[in-house]
């Protein structure tokens, strides 16, 4: 009976590993758009620094890029605090 079950559930357990592996994909997205705002902001304050842009350039452009850090951290804490859950499920489900 459980080889019949594997054969029955095979097609199923395929399309949850592509979701699986597409949600990954996603999330290393996400990290890695996190690491370049980081280094562009470096960059920016090293322009200012360097005197290679004025503070209203400065003042304008940091804003962009906190505000796109700020929605990258909101949508990553979202999609963590899921993946968290769904782990928390299959831990209970094989206990």
């Known amino acids: 009976m459980l080889i019949i079950d594997d054969i ?3 097609p199923v357990k395929g399309i949850l590993w592509i979701f699986r592996e597409m949600y990954n994909a996603t999330l290393k997205e996400v990290e890695n758009e996190a690491e370049a705002v980081t280094a562009e902001l470096t960059e920016l304050y ?3 620094e360097t005197g290679r842009i004025t503070e209203p350039e400065f003042n304008l452009r940091e804003k962009e890029l906190l505000d ?4 990258i951290e909101r949508t990553g804490t979202s999609v963590h605090d899921e993946d968290r859950a769904e ?4 831990t209970a489900e094989d206990a």
Do not use: D
Request: charged fraction near 35%; hydrophobic fraction near 50%; glycine fraction near 0%.
């Open 46 to 48: 090293m322009m200012l």
């Open 8 to 10: 029955l559930f095979s």
């Open 68 to 71: 796109r850090m700020e929605m």
């Open 87 to 90: 782990e928390e499920e299959s």
